[in-house]
């Protein structure tokens, strides 16, 4: 398994400071002094409302959510933390849509900044559907260190990948 596998888009150099920080042990508490605190939102109704709170804030206009989840099957072998599906189903001469969002349940115990991150890129996607300059612009509007936490994420899936968590109990 490539250990940097998460930062394969990074450039060599950030790379080379990533394994530094691997080889020294240090990355763990990298990220903890970053973020050292996780949020408590566990049930999916907590989750709801935050994404909702964050919806409301930022894409008040855009189609209404039907559902916010924790999703256990979602895991890093579907290269994905959270998914967003539009669902069309009809009902006699109607047809009825819903926005869903799906979090990876892996997302449950970890820090806030994280979450909104991921959050932040599934309801972006109700206004863009594609990874294009508009949708991170999207993400960058409604969180301005959408990048950072994105990197750190994958920093703390490194950590995870190498069973070195800062945030396992």
Do not use: W
Not at 33 to 49: F, G, N, V
Not at 81 to 97: D, E, F, P
């Amino acid at each position: 398994m490539h250990l940097l596998k998460y930062l394969s888009g990074y450039s060599p150099e950030i790379q080379q400071q990533v394994r530094q920080h691997i080889d020294a042990g240090t990355l763990p508490a990298l990220l903890l002094r970053r973020h050292p605190e996780l949020h408590d939102i566990r049930s999916d109704k907590a989750l709801y409302d935050y994404t909702q709170g964050i919806k409301n804030r930022f894409l008040r206009q855009s189609s209404p959510l039907s559902k916010v989840i924790f999703d256990d099957k979602i895991s890093m072998s579907h290269h994905a933390l959270g998914l967003h599906s539009y669902v069309s189903r009809v009902q006699g001469n109607k047809i009825k849509a819903k926005n869903e969002i799906r979090i990876s349940s892996r997302l449950k115990r970890v820090p806030e900044p994280l979450l909104r991150m991921v959050v932040v890129h599934e309801l972006a996607h109700l206004k863009e559907k594609d990874h294009n300059k508009a949708f991170y612009n999207l993400c960058t509007y409604m969180e301005p260190d959408y990048h950072q936490f994105e990197f750190d994420l994958r920093l703390l899936l490194t950590c995870i990948d190498a069973n070195t968590s800062p945030y396992t109990t």
